[in-house]
């Protein structure tokens, strides 16, 4: 596609349930990035996806969270037993990984905005 | 564990006026970007630094890279309301190609 494309945009969920958010990255881009940003907030790095190298999970705040990506294409963000402070917009990015000195340029999706009540 | 300190958090100013935000680390970064958010949106990004010292002007943008690739600043002439804001900055990890950490944010609002 022409950009990255989220999906929920808007997740409202109960606490203890499970959520799982969906990233579909620019066609051909094969880093893809998840971060979480709260509310008026920078970006928390949670997984980065390099081709077919291992995750990169440093990032993932608890065992509840999780993150797929099947090849170079689709993932999608798993989040188990949510807890009130899991609310946050989760954002998506992807990049060519092309760049010298690691300067990849992310293209953002819009995010997936999740209410945990 | 890389981190990145953005001051100020927050600058309201008139219309006009100059602003310089930065961008600060007790780490060595071999890039740094800076990054524009509007509310709904996602990040996009504005500039990339890669050699310690480096300065880049956008228009009435002009960015710089310390010298030690440790730090950032963005400073801004002539403010227009189309700058408001959330401004970050992001620094590519050495040694682990392509991860970046970006710093907290400083929101930017011009008021006309």
């Known amino acids: 596609g022409a950009g990255v494309s989220q999906s929920p945009s808007n997740k409202v969920t109960e606490k203890g349930k499970d959520v799982e958010l969906r990233c579909d990255p620019i066609s051909g881009h094969t880093a893809l990035y998840w971060y979480r940003q709260r509310l008026g907030q920078g970006l928390e790095f949670l997984i980065y996806?390099?081709?077919?190298?291992?995750?990169?999970k440093s990032g993932l705040p608890s065992d509840r969270f999780s993150a797929e990506r099947t090849g170079e294409s689709v993932s999608t963000l798993t989040i188990q037993r949510t807890q009130q402070e899991d609310s946050a917009v989760y954002l998506c990015?992807?990049?060519?990984?092309?760049?010298?000195?690691?300067?990849?340029?992310?293209?953002f999706g819009a995010g997936s905005r999740l209410t945990v009540l | 564990t890389q981190l990145l300190e953005q001051s100020p958090q927050f600058l309201s100013i008139q219309e006009g006026e100059n602003l310089t935000v930065y961008c600060n680390s007790s780490s060595v970064f071999s890039s740094l970007q800076w990054y524009r958010q509007e509310p709904g949106e996602g990040p996009v990004l504005l500039v990339t630094?890669?050699?310690?010292?480096e300065v880049k002007k956008l228009k009435r943008l002009t960015f710089q890279f310390g010298d030690a690739r440790k730090d950032s600043s963005l400073h801004i002439t002539a403010a227009q309301p189309g700058d408001t804001g959330l401004y970050l900055c992001?620094?590519?990890?050495?040694?682990?190609?392509?991860?970046?950490?970006f710093g907290q944010g400083t929101t930017l609002q011009v008021k006309p």
């Open positions: 992001a620094g590519a990890v050495p040694s682990n190609t392509g991860k970046l950490i």
């Open positions: 630094v890669v050699t310690g010292g």
């Open positions: 996806f390099q081709g077919n190298s291992a995750p990169d």
């Open positions: 990015a992807s990049s060519s990984g092309q760049s010298p000195a690691g300067a990849n340029v992310l293209t």
